[in-house]
């Protein structure tokens, strides 16, 4: 059975979008770096098959996609200072690892830290705001393989998901960056000056 197709800005893409969270069912959706996969990230089901798909590593975590800057107390703890790293970076094409709270899915969650990402993309800030409920992601890739940002190599590829988002993307994966060391690590990509700076890591010219 081949996936079904919607547009991010479907006016109906909500309620498609909720009950594919509640009925373990896998999503293709777009950011503001590249397509991603997940679904619901404590639904066993949906986890399983999404390494499946990606040939991806059991004991790999997933990112946890969230709609707002604020839902992210939720799933981790933000000090003072980390707030002021992530109202500078968030919404934007950066996955922070951040020291995990009680509250995160164990699917996002490595050691002490929880992958979190704001996506400042359309289809964040409508329908899943209007849910207000993270999905897990990861690249629509198999493992190893270049990300695809093509919906007809999509569907070709990853034939076995439920329900693809087409919407626009962006041109590469997001950087990741660990705000829960000291000081701050960029463990993935590359940043600005500025980003640098707010990080500590680039002294004021």
């Given at each position: 059975?081949?996936?079904?197709?919607f547009?991010h800005?479907?006016?109906?893409?909500?309620?498609?979008?909720q009950?594919?969270?509640?009925?373990?069912?896998?999503l293709?959706?777009p950011?503001?770096t590249?397509?991603?996969?997940?679904?619901?990230?404590?639904d066993a089901?949906t986890?399983?098959?999404?390494?499946?798909?990606?040939?991806?590593?059991?004991?790999?975590?997933f990112?946890?996609?969230?709609?707002?800057?604020?839902?992210?107390?939720?799933?981790?703890r933000?000090?003072?200072?980390?707030?002021?790293?992530?109202?500078?970076?968030l919404?934007?094409p950066?996955?922070l690892?951040?020291p995990?709270?009680?509250?995160?899915?164990?699917s996002?969650?490595?050691?002490?830290?929880?992958?979190i990402?704001?996506?400042?993309?359309?289809f964040?800030?409508?329908?899943?705001?209007?849910?207000?409920r993270?999905l897990?992601?990861?690249?629509?890739?198999?493992h190893?393989q270049?990300?695809?940002?093509?919906?007809?190599?999509?569907?070709?590829r990853?034939?076995?998901?439920?329900?693809?988002?087409?919407?626009?993307?962006?041109?590469?994966?997001?950087?990741?960056?660990?705000l829960a060391?000291?000081?701050p690590?960029?463990?993935?990509?590359?940043?600005?000056?500025d980003?640098?700076?707010l990080?500590?890591l680039?002294?004021?010219?």
């Amino acid at each position: 059975m081949m996936p079904t197709v919607f547009t991010h800005d479907d006016p109906g893409i909500a309620v498609v979008l909720q009950q594919a969270l509640e009925t373990s069912q896998t999503l293709i959706f777009p950011t503001d770096t590249v397509y991603g996969i997940g679904g619901n990230p404590w639904d066993a089901r949906t986890l399983d098959r999404v390494r499946e798909l990606k040939q991806r590593a059991a004991d790999q975590p997933f990112t946890l996609h969230l709609p707002t800057v604020a839902s992210i107390a939720r799933y981790a703890r933000v000090d003072a200072q980390i707030e002021r790293w992530i109202d500078a970076l968030l919404p934007g094409p950066y996955t922070l690892l951040l020291p995990v709270s009680g509250g995160a899915p164990a699917s996002a969650v490595s050691g002490p830290t929880v992958g979190i990402r704001v996506p400042a993309h359309p289809f964040f800030a409508g329908p899943v705001a209007h849910l207000d409920r993270p999905l897990f992601g990861t690249s629509v890739n198999v493992h190893g393989q270049p990300p695809l940002s093509d919906i007809a190599e999509i569907i070709d590829r990853f034939s076995r998901v439920d329900v693809i988002i087409s919407g626009p993307v962006g041109l590469g994966p997001s950087a990741i960056l660990d705000l829960a060391s000291a000081p701050p690590r960029i463990l993935r990509g590359e940043v600005g000056e500025d980003v640098e700076r707010l990080l500590g890591l680039r002294s004021e010219d």
